[in-house]
T-cell receptor, first 112, second 115 residues
Framework: DQQVKQNSPSLSVQEGRISILNCDYT??????FLWYKKYPAEGPTFLIS?????DKNEDGRFTVFLNKSAKHLSLHIVPSQPGDSAVYFC???????????FGTGTRLQVTL | DAGVTQSPTHLIKTRGQQVTLRCSPK?????VSWYQQALGQGPQFIFQ???????QRGNFPDRFSGHQFPNYSSELNVNALWLGDSALYLC??????????????FGAGTRLSVL
């Protein structure tokens, strides 16, 4: 049972444009959501997170939106840069010290 | 400030053998979690250690065991290896506490190949 789903395996965006990565979840107990970026041969790097009591969190070029009623979150990257090309994982947890449940990832390619 | 470090980076074993992977958490972190990432998949939670005890466990058989030492470093042991254990094994560390948000930070992983 895939509790966190990233339905788009890949996304290609031009440099300078907006990248939107989507994530859906089924477990209503999840109360904290995170995005990680992963380059080849490296571990996942924490990007941004959001608590279920909020609907938006912003950090520089990265913004995460949470729609609890739809059990959907999205990561917006504006403007996209070639260095943003990586695999992006959405993750969720319930309880502060709990395990992370990951989606299968979306490969973002930012083209010149 | 050193991040999460894992050793070795690559490992090749044959079926039936045993393997031990090691992890040193980020400075100031006291909790270590282990994940298995198969090709094309997201990381899957194996277990988490805090105060030298296993606190949570994912859906992995008893062949997977671990340990946490007083300095918060950790080991993952896998016995009776089989082909399906070939994967990237990721260690993540975090800090418990009200202000910490308990964000998990990952190491670069150990790539295990079972032949």
């Amino acid at each position: 049972d895939q509790q966190v789903k990233q339905n788009s395996p890949s996304l290609s965006v031009q440099e300078g444009r907006i990248s939107i990565l989507n994530c859906d979840y089924t477990n209503s107990m999840f109360d904290y959501f995170l995005w990680y970026k992963k380059y080849p041969a490296e571990g996942p790097t924490f990007l941004i997170s959001i608590s279920s009591i909020k609907d938006k969190n912003e950090d520089g070029r990265f913004t995460v939106f949470l729609n609890k009623s739809a059990k959907h979150l999205s990561l917006h990257i504006v403007p996209s840069q070639p260095g943003d090309s990586a695999v992006y994982f959405c993750a969720a947890r319930y309880g502060t010290a709990s395990k992370l449940t990951f989606g299968t990832g979306t490969r973002l390619q930012v083209t010149l | 400030d050193a991040g999460v470090t894992q050793s070795p980076t690559h490992l090749i074993k044959t079926r039936g053998q045993q393997v031990t992977l090691r992890c040193s958490p980020k400075s100031g972190h006291d909790t270590v979690s282990w994940y298995q990432q198969a090709l094309g998949q997201g990381p899957q939670f194996i277990f988490q250690y805090y105060e030298e005890e296993e606190r949570q466990r994912g859906n992995f058989p008893d062949r997977f065991s671990g340990h946490q030492f007083p300095n918060y470093s950790s080991e993952l042991n896998v016995n009776a290896l089989w082909l399906g254990d070939s994967a990237l094994y990721l260690c993540a560390s975090s800090a418990r506490g009200l202000e910490a948000k308990n964000i998990q930070y990952f190491g670069a992983g150990t790539r295990l190949s079972v032949l």
